[in-house]
């Protein structure tokens, strides 16, 4: 059991790492596609910002569906959109199919990221649930950093869009390792999930509870402030006085995602003994 718990918590931090290094992966160089596109800067910008409205978009389809559909079909499904898009971004020429591409991207991340949060938490005993989940919420830094690496790294003496195909097969590994690693529900498992999902409301019931509002609003407020300042930060530091390369300026988002990355790994460990003292 411990054996099986422990490939399960590889699964999720490869299948998140993977996820949401794709979200990440043009934000250094940024720059880079203005100039090569001829677009503005508001424009390019559009390479990350639709990525997450598609993300906004999917993410409650695919957290209520994933209370009515078995894991395995939705990451095959998501594995394989992320990664052709991930594809298409490496070959076009054209901006319009890069934005586009872009925000598939975004439209079947929730496919790996949400249902596997839904899966883990109807097939998971408490104690195990809240270390796994702070292994995922860890995972979700390191793959921004990782995108970013991508991006910022490999892009001087290979190209971008190399970055993109590196990507796109990182995703599609980790999809398919969890398709592998992730245990099929049992039918009597699944009708017990139904009955429970029907009385408590599941995914819909979650989203209308009232003292849950606080923290959604945190983290859309947080995610509101972060992605316009990243977006931001590679033209600031990219100009006067500074003048930094994109490998420096890549530099600057590691230092961030160390810093909190250090923190949200050992996240369940306290969560679990506050739900158990109360």
């Known amino acids: 059991m411990k054996t099986n718990s422990i490939k399960i918590e590889i699964a999720v931090c490869a299948l998140v790492t993977a996820a949401f290094t794709n979200i990440y992966i043009t934000q250094p160089i940024l720059p880079v596609l203005e100039a090569e596109f001829d677009v503005t800067t508001a424009q390019v910008s559009f390479t990350v910002s639709f990525v ?42 054209e901006f319009n199919v890069l934005v586009g591409a872009r925000t598939v991207q975004g439209l079947f991340i929730p ?29 979700t830094v390191l793959g921004g950093l990782g995108g970013r690496l991508l991006g910022g790294w490999i892009h001087p003496p290979l190209h971008w869009r190399y970055a993109f195909i590196s990507a796109a097969v990182l995703i599609a590994v980790s999809a398919a390792l969890a398709v592998l690693i992730l245990p099929a529900e049992s039918s009597h498992n699944e009708n017990g999930i139904r009955k429970q999902k029907r009385s408590s409301g599941g995914f819909v019931f979650l989203l209308t509870r009232k003292d849950l509002f606080p923290f959604y609003l945190c983290g859309a407020a947080g995610l509101l402030m972060f992605s316009s300042i990243f977006n931001y930060l590679p033209y600031r530091l990219s100009g006067d006085p500074f003048h930094f390369s994109t490998e420096m300026i890549t530099l600057v988002y590691l230092v961030y995602s160390w810093v909190f990355s250090r923190d949200r790994l050992p996240v369940g460990f306290p969560g679990d003994t506050a739900g158990a003292i109360r």
């Open 111 to 139: 496919a790996l990221t949400t249902s596997l949060a839904a899966w883990l938490s109807k097939n998971l005993p408490q104690e195990r649930l809240s270390v796994i989940m702070g292994t995922y919420v860890a995972a």
């Open 52 to 93: 997450i409205l598609g993300i906004v978009l999917s993410n409650l389809f695919f957290g209520y569906l994933s209370d009515r559909v078995p894991i395995h079909p939705i990451l095959c499904v998501g594995g394989f959109f992320v990664a052709a898009g991930g594809v298409v971004c490496a070959m076009t020429h």
